[in-house]
Nanobody, 120 residues
Framework: QVQLVESGGGLVQPGGSLRLSCEAS??????????MGWYRQAPGKQRELIAA????????YAEDSMKNRFTISRDNDKNTVYLQMNSLKPEDTAGYYC???????????WGQGTQVTVSS
């Protein structure tokens, strides 16, 4: 079974930055061949995919506005995917989760996530 552990969230003022990390582990799980994504769930809203990265490092963003402020990256040697978030806005407040892209149809791999709160 694959485990995904997110970290790096916190309370930040508008305009601030955070770097989220997600470490993957699991027997027989080959991180480098799997596309990974960052998802977020704001209060009262559905969880949504905001950024994805292929095993080879090609990136995709859900919105152009996120592409300008967020950067997804990965270190296959460390089995870790990152999300650098700059110019944070109050509307970025949400729980942030990493997972496979697309989601596994068999296993529920959601971790605990990491909370990001943008507030003055």
């Amino acid at each position: 079974q694959v485990q995904l552990v997110e970290s790096g969230g916190g309370l930040v003022q508008p305009g601030g930055s955070l770097r989220l990390s997600c470490e993957a582990s699991g027997r027989n799980f080959i991180f480098s061949v799997n596309a990974m994504g960052w998802y977020r769930q704001a209060p009262g809203k559905q969880r949504e995919l905001i950024a994805a990265i292929t095993g080879g490092g090609t990136t995709h963003y859900a919105e152009d506005s996120m592409k300008n402020r967020f950067t997804i990256s990965r270190d296959n040697d460390k089995n870790t995917v990152y999300l650098q978030m700059n110019s944070l806005k109050p509307e970025d407040t949400a729980g942030y989760y990493c997972n496979l892209v697309p989601l596994s149809p068999v296993y529920d791999l959601w971790g605990q996530g990491t909370q990001v709160t943008v507030s003055s």
